[in-house]
């Protein structure tokens, strides 16, 4: 099993998507950004070093949000959501296709991957984090 980090950021309102890149898996499919976890890393810093890798931004993580055991046909991940703040950087598609800042509601428009379906359905129920 695969242990995965992405991250919920909420700013203004909005949450922060990505899509993946052309030739990764599960090309141009919409996500919460993240990625792998490394030997000898925590979650924490995973998910840290992966949104500077792929967005250029530096962030704080402040609490997890949603753990997601998720089979895929060619492997299981447990994917651990966290929230996070972004101290610095306005974002740069450095290693993914796109990136977004989107209403809640917006985001059963989005073709996310499977894993992340129990996120986005956490995400548009949660009242308390987009009224902050």
């Not at 840290?48 to 997890?64: G, W």
């Not at 703040?85 to 977004?100: A, H, M, P, V, Y």
């Not at 809640?104 to 987009?130: C, G, Q, W």
Request: proline share 3%; charged share 35%.
């Amino acid at each position: 099993m695969f242990i995965v980090t992405a991250a919920a950021m909420v700013r203004s309102g909005k949450v922060l998507i990505a899509q993946r890149q052309a030739g990764s898996h599960m090309e141009y499919k919409w996500e919460f950004p993240g990625g792998k976890l490394e030997p000898d890393e925590t979650p924490e810093e995973c998910i840290i070093r992966e949104i500077k890798e792929e967005l250029d931004m530096d962030i704080e993580v402040t609490d997890i949000y949603k753990v997601v055991k998720f089979k895929y046909e060619e492997k299981d991940i447990l994917l651990l959501c966290y929230l996070c703040k972004i101290l610095k950087g306005k974002g740069k598609t450095l290693e993914c296709n796109d990136f977004r800042w989107v209403e809640r509601n917006e985001l059963s428009s989005f073709d996310f991957v499977p894993a992340d379906v129990a996120i986005v359905e956490k995400l548009m129920r949660d009242e308390k984090l987009f009224a902050e």
